[in-house]
């Protein structure tokens, strides 16, 4: 694993965005995976700038996203499928059908994740993958104990993340208690995977990765099983 120090929030999510922008110009038909929360969110404004400033394109990108709530339709605005409209997809003029989210409201969601993770594999899976890490160590939402060999899935979300994610609902009882989430089996298919850490609140799980212990009680740990792992940290996260 390699890690980015940054001194702050910006200049980590720049240099996250630059070395993301530049991979997409070198590649321009890869399969991206991708990241909600707090995190990300600076990396894709700077993504977005950099669109308009260099024209990068994502006419031939795919993108994956690695979850969603279970029971938030398409236009809820707390659903992943919307926040990646507006924080990212309507910006870079990526044709919709190249960008992929699991289907919170599915019928069937044993099919449902058995679709998504063929089309993860169809796709030649990722090239790179954008991740953030949970408090608790989860990456998507998987949660401490997953097993290192799921791929696509249906789970129940731990206390301590609906608590974390409270935060964009108007009341505790309104956040999801399950999702569909890759598998880390799924995510560590990537070819290269760059994650994001920032802030004090990440401090201990950032440690905690960087002792390398492999436990699937830590889900991060996985990465260090990985190849190609860049970390982009700022100083608050790094503690
Ligand atoms: P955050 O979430 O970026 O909102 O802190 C990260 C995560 O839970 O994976």
Known sequence: MKLVEAPDYMSMSKQAADYIATRVREEPTMTLGLATGGTPLQTYRYLIQDYENKETSYQHVQTFNLDEYLGLPKDHHNSYYTYMKQNLFDHIHIPPSHT????????????ECEMYEKKLDQAGGMDLQILGIGENGHIGFNEPGTSFLSTTHLVKLTESTRKANSRYFSSMSEVPTHAITMGIQSIMKSKEIVLLVS??????????????EVSEEFPASALCQHKNVKIFADHEALG
């Open 100 to 111: 992929h989210i699991p289907n919170g409201m599915c019928t069937d969601v044993a099919q």
């Open 199 to 212: 802030g004090e609140r990440k401090s201990a799980a950032f440690r905690r990765l960087m002792n390398k």
